[in-house]
């Protein structure tokens, strides 16, 4: 976990730095100017909630393994606000016997709220516990042993593709697994596991035909159907597909029949084909794979 307690002290930093800024900005930026940034800063946030905070090009941006933590901003935004409103709050009273202290009050108040919220969002998706697995191999399949550790298993087999050896439960460890696993915590286990060897992790997105079109390299993708409108009943109601549930897969190849090979790691599926119909159906646009490092 060093990298993740870097990632949280580097974050602490950043939103210390932050939170001055915005705090010299309420104090001493005419008030109307004040209100401007707190509006452009609240902006600011919708934008980075509603394009990049779930977006594969952070991992571009920070190629690192606690992108978990580094690629959340919600400290450092909600720091630059809560600066700017204590900054701005002593200017908006009117001075009398209690006014330091409620003074004080406000500024907590802000304080709690917004680093609270912003703390939060980091810490997240550390807190539970653990799934506690197996390691059962079908084939060149790693497969999943709890309900949970769909993503854990894949990323087994996919090391195991490219010689290097691990098994599910030390995936779900590095890949913070709880009731599920989030493809950042994905991204840090394989870049754990591929640090000092030839390979790297790339996460990409596009569609059922970008990836025909693309490397036919093992990759896992992500699948699922959102909504039980999204997709034909057959998918829910014969094939098993929950609504609202996601699940990882590996994709291994476009078949010359024009099928798909898959790999799954649920115990009584393993290896199946795939129509390029399923394909565009299930397929969230969102993967991971390992490239070789360049040089190598």
């Not at 940034?37 to 909630?49: D, Q, R």
């Not at 599910?168 to 915590?185: F, K, S, V, Y």
């Not at 991204?187 to 640090?195: E, H, N, Q, S, V």
């Amino acid at each position: 976990m060093t990298d993740i307690i870097l990632g949280i002290i580097i974050l602490g930093l950043l939103s210390l730095f932050l939170f001055f800024a915005g705090r010299w900005i309420g104090r001493k930026l005419p008030i109307w100017g004040v209100y401007i940034c707190a509006i452009a800063n609240v902006l600011l946030i919708g934008c980075y909630i509603r394009w990049l905070w779930d977006n594969v090009l952070l991992a571009q941006f920070l190629p690192f393994s606690n992108l978990i933590v580094v690629g959340n901003w919600f400290p450092l935004l909600l720091s630059l606000f809560g600066g700017m409103v204590c900054g701005l709050i002593p200017r908006l009273g009117v001075e009398t016997r209690d006014f330091n202290k409620g003074l004080r009050i406000r500024q907590a108040l802000v304080l709690v709220i917004t680093q609270g919220i912003g703390w939060y969002a980091v810490v997240q998706p550390l807190l539970g516990t653990v799934p506690i697995c197996t390691d059962n191999w079908e084939g060149r399949i790693c497969l999943q042993t709890t309900s949970h550790t769909c993503s854990a298993a894949c990323a087994a087999t996919l090391l195991k593709e490219c010689g290097i050896e691990t098994n599910e439960q030390e995936m779900a460890n590095l890949c913070l697994t709880r009731r599920g696993t989030l493809w950042q915590g994905l991204y840090r286990g394989l870049k754990l596991k591929t640090a000092g060897t030839d390979w790297d992790v790339e996460v990409f997105s596009g569609t059922a035909d970008d990836l025909k079109n693309g490397p036919q390299t093992t990759s896992i993708l992500m699948v699922g159907i959102p909504t039980a409108e999204s997709a034909p009943p057959i998918y829910s109601k014969q094939y098993g597909w929950i609504p609202g549930v996601f699940h990882s897969v590996l994709f291994f190849q476009f078949l010359p029949d024009g099928n798909i090979h898959m790999g799954e790691p649920t115990p009584t599926i393993v290896e199946e084909n795939w129509s390029e119909e399923d394909l565009r159906i299930l397929y969230r646009r969102r993967g991971v794979r390992l490239v070789k490092r360049a040089g190598r």
